[in-house]
């Protein structure tokens, strides 16, 4: 039976709930809303962040759109036990360095009990793991990619989940107590208006399969799989939007030209100052090297 309420939501998942909660439907899920819904910053980007409401994030699911943490793994959770399922949401901390610990709230992380089992539950990480991992220490290598989960240092109760070193970041922490959506509500709205907030600096969707996380930052087109990462530039809006819609299954019909004008002339600035700073950053390279070789460059 499906809930009341989660209609549209489900049915882009493509599940059929049992109506009675397991490991493997738990696991199902997880793959279909990586698979269906995108990590993604498109209503940030054009000034109008949505709420992080799971009520909200649920009709905007079923509606097309994605989202980033809050969004994806609160309307999740919603739908979670909606279903049946014993769901905590914790206050969590993604890291941009290896010895990053801390749970400083710009995450938001699920644990799921189901009978003597507890697993790591998490749709809004962009690339993180396809499926739950067992909530227990020990190195997990899934589909090519690794991982591993310890008890926390500095969070007493809580974890640390080492990303693959592929992945976009290298550690999630987050805390043992039970938390609520309003513990998110003064983050998100610093990471959805503040002027220096990846989420406005940096346009970003992801989707992850069964093989591989596709990613599309900027204009920049990136594919990582165990075997290695490819990644091109995207030159033209007509291709941009295209994938958006195609690729990651980002709805488009509510953006009008002046919505998608917009949005190709900032990620278009974007990408233009990254370009320049990456020429800057191989001009200087090249000045480091002539120095340290006395002024002399090979020919």
């Not at 109008?48 to 989202?67: K, T």
Request: charged share 25%.
């Amino acid at each position: 039976m499906i809930p009341e309420g989660f209609e549209g939501y489900l049915g882009r998942l493509g599940v059929v709930p049992s109506g009675t909660p397991s490991a493997a439907e738990l696991f199902a899920l997880q793959r279909a809303h990586l698979e269906r819904v995108p990590y993604e910053n498109v209503d940030i980007q054009l000034g109008r962040p949505p709420g992080i409401d799971p009520e909200l994030s649920v009709r905007r699911f079923a509606a097309g759109a994605g989202g980033y943490c809050f969004h994806l793994n609160g309307a999740f959770a919603a739908l979670l036990r909606a279903l049946g399922y014993d769901v905590t949401l914790h206050v969590g901390g993604v890291h941009m360095e290896p010895e990053g610990r801390g749970a400083n709230g710009n995450h938001l992380a699920l644990t799921v009990r189901i009978g003597a089992d507890a697993w790591f539950v998490d749709v809004g990480l962009g690339d993180g793991p396809y499926e739950p991992l067992p909530l227990r220490a020990g190195t997990y290598e899934r589909r090519g990619f690794t991982y591993r989960l310890e008890p926390s240092v500095t969070e007493p109760g809580g974890w640390t989940f080492h990303h693959d070193e592929r992945g976009a970041f290298p550690v999630v922490e987050f805390r043992g107590e039970p938390a609520g959506m309003a513990d998110f509500a003064e983050e998100h709205h610093r990471l959805s208006t503040a002027e220096d907030s990846p989420f406005l600096t940096t346009f970003t969707a992801v989707r992850r399969d069964a093989d591989a996380v596709l990613l599309l930052r900027g204009r920049m087109l990136v594919r990582i799989e165990p075997a290695g990462r490819s990644e091109r530039a995207v030159d033209t809006a007509d291709e941009w939007f295209a994938l958006l819609a195609g690729e990651f299954g980002r709805e488009l019909g509510g953006l009008d030209a002046a919505d998608r004008a917009a949005l190709w002339a900032r990620v278009s600035r974007a990408h233009e100052e990254w370009l320049r700073s990456q020429e800057e950053e191989k001009e200087k390279e090249g000045a480091d090297a002539a120095a340290l070789s006395g002024g002399h460059v090979a020919p």
